[in-house]
C-alpha cells in the first residue's frame, strides 16, 4: 500500500514550505510596521489559511507528498554492483554522457539552492519531486543506454551479407534438389535450414530497428532531464510543478512499459532508483 500522508501532513507541508513561511514572516511585519495590525494581520490569516486549504486538497499536491513519503519509507536498495557493470559494458563515450548529464543535475541544483537560499534546504516539496523525477530519469537514462549497447554488440557480432548470401544459396539447394527429384526428407531439411536462416535475418532486423527506437528515446529522456532540471532554477508554484513533474513521470512510465515490449536486453527492472543526486548534495 501506498503511504499517504493525510491531511495533517498535507497542511504541514504546504505551510512549511520556504515561499510560504518567507510571506507568512513578510506579511507580519508589513502588518506591524503598517501600525494597523488589527486590520492587517487578519486579512494575512485569512489569505494563509485559503492557501492552506488550496493546496493541501490539491490532487497533484497530495500525489507528490505521499511520493516523497513512501521514498523515505522505502529502504534503500544497493545499485553499486549493477552500476559498476552497466559501467564496465558500456563505451567510454555512452558513459560520459551519462556523467555529464548527471554533472549537469548537479549543477543546476546548485545553482537553484543559491536562488532559494541557505533557509530553504533540501526539504521543500518542489526539491523533493525533481529530485525524485530526476533519479527516475536518470536511471533510466543509464538503462536504455546499456540495452542499446547490448543490441549493439549483437548487430556487430552478425554478418548480415553473410546470412543474406547463405538464404540465397538455402534457396538455390531446395530449387536444385526439387527440380533433381531429391528425397522429400532431404528437401525438408533443406527448408528446415532455409527457414532457420530467414528467423536469423529477422532478428537482425527487429534487432536495428530496436536499436533505432532506444537511440531516439535516449535522447527523449536526456532532452527530460535537461528540462526539469532547469524547472528548479525558475520554479515557484507547487502545483504547476507538479503538474509538469506528473505529465514528465507518466511518459516514463509509458517508455519503460514500451521497452519491455521490445525484444532488448534485460533492462535491471527496479522499482527504486539510485541516489545519483542525493548522495553527493
Same mark, same amino acid.
Given at each position: 500500500?501506498?503511504?499517504?500522508?493525510?491531511?495533517?501532513?498535507?497542511?504541514?507541508?504546504?505551510?512549511?514550505?520556504?515561499?510560504?513561511?518567507?510571506?507568512?514572516?513578510?506579511?507580519?511585519?508589513?502588518?506591524?510596521?503598517?501600525?494597523?495590525?488589527?486590520?492587517?494581520?487578519?486579512?494575512?490569516?485569512?489569505?494563509?489559511?485559503?492557501?492552506?486549504?488550496?493546496?493541501?486538497?490539491?490532487?497533484?499536491?497530495?500525489?507528490?507528498?505521499?511520493?516523497?513519503?513512501?521514498?523515505?519509507?522505502?529502504?534503500?536498495?544497493?545499485?553499486?554492483?549493477?552500476?559498476?557493470?552497466?559501467?564496465?559494458?558500456?563505451?567510454?563515450?555512452?558513459?560520459?554522457?551519462?556523467?555529464?548529464?548527471?554533472?549537469?543535475?548537479?549543477?543546476?541544483?546548485?545553482?537553484?539552492?543559491?536562488?532559494?537560499?541557505?533557509?530553504?534546504?533540501?526539504?521543500?516539496?518542489?526539491?523533493?519531486?525533481? &529530485? $525524485?523525477? +530526476?533519479? #527516475?530519469? %536518470?536511471?533510466?537514462?543509464?538503462?536504455? *543506454?546499456?540495452? /542499446?549497447? =547490448?543490441?549493439?554488440?549483437?548487430?556487430?557480432?552478425?554478418?548480415?551479407?553473410?546470412?543474406?548470401?547463405?538464404?540465397?544459396?538455402?534457396?538455390?539447394?531446395?530449387?536444385?534438389?526439387?527440380?533433381?527429384?531429391? &528425397? $522429400?526428407? +532431404?528437401? #525438408?531439411? %533443406?527448408?528446415?535450414?532455409?527457414?532457420? *536462416?530467414?528467423? /536469423?535475418? =529477422?532478428?537482425?532486423?527487429?534487432?536495428?530497428?530496436?536499436?533505432?527506437?532506444?537511440?531516439?528515446?535516449?535522447?527523449?529522456?536526456?532532452?527530460?532531464?535537461?528540462?526539469?532540471?532547469?524547472?528548479?532554477?525558475?520554479?515557484?508554484?507547487?502545483?504547476?510543478?507538479?503538474?509538469?513533474?506528473?505529465?514528465?513521470?507518466?511518459?516514463?512510465?509509458?517508455?519503460?512499459?514500451?521497452?519491455?515490449?521490445?525484444?532488448?536486453?534485460?533492462?535491471?527492472?527496479?522499482?527504486?532508483?539510485?541516489?545519483?543526486?542525493?548522495?553527493?548534495?
Amino acid at each position: 500500500m501506498p503511504a499517504r500522508g493525510g491531511f495533517v501532513t498535507y497542511i504541514r507541508t504546504a505551510f512549511l514550505w520556504h515561499w510560504n513561511l518567507l510571506a507568512l514572516g513578510a506579511g507580519a511585519v508589513f502588518s506591524f510596521l503598517s501600525g494597523q495590525p488589527d486590520t492587517f494581520l487578519p486579512i494575512f490569516l485569512a489569505a494563509e489559511i485559503l492557501y492552506l486549504g488550496l493546496l493541501a486538497t490539491h490532487p497533484r499536491f497530495q500525489k507528490a507528498v505521499d511520493a516523497s513519503l513512501m521514498s523515505r519509507q522505502q529502504p534503500l536498495v544497493n545499485h553499486a554492483e549493477i552500476i559498476e557493470q552497466i559501467r564496465q559494458r558500456l563505451t567510454p563515450p555512452d558513459w560520459n554522457r551519462f556523467e555529464q548529464l548527471r554533472d549537469r543535475c548537479l549543477s543546476l541544483n546548485r545553482i537553484a539552492e543559491q536562488i532559494r537560499g541557505p533557509q530553504a534546504g533540501n526539504s521543500s516539496p518542489i526539491h523533493s519531486m525533481q &529530485t $525524485d523525477s +530526476l533519479e #527516475r530519469l %536518470l536511471w533510466l537514462f543509464l538503462k536504455l *543506454l546499456y540495452s /542499446r549497447d =547490448a543490441l549493439q554488440r549483437f548487430l556487430s557480432g552478425t554478418d548480415k551479407s553473410g546470412l543474406e548470401a547463405q538464404i540465397q544459396s538455402a534457396q538455390r539447394e531446395i530449387q536444385e534438389a526439387t527440380t533433381n527429384q531429391r &528425397t $522429400d526428407k +532431404l528437401i #525438408r531439411t %533443406l527448408e528446415d535450414k532455409h527457414d532457420t *536462416l530467414m528467423q /536469423r535475418l =529477422a532478428n537482425y532486423q527487429r534487432a536495428e530497428e530496436n536499436r533505432e527506437i532506444l537511440a531516439a528515446e535516449i535522447d527523449r529522456i536526456e532532452q527530460k532531464v535537461n528540462a526539469i532540471s532547469e524547472l528548479s532554477i525558475s520554479a515557484r508554484d507547487p502545483a504547476d510543478v507538479s503538474a509538469q513533474v506528473d505529465g514528465i513521470a507518466e511518459g516514463v512510465s509509458v517508455t519503460e512499459e514500451a521497452i519491455r515490449k521490445l525484444d532488448v536486453p534485460p533492462l535491471f527492472d527496479s522499482e527504486t532508483a539510485p541516489r545519483f543526486l542525493t548522495q553527493t548534495e
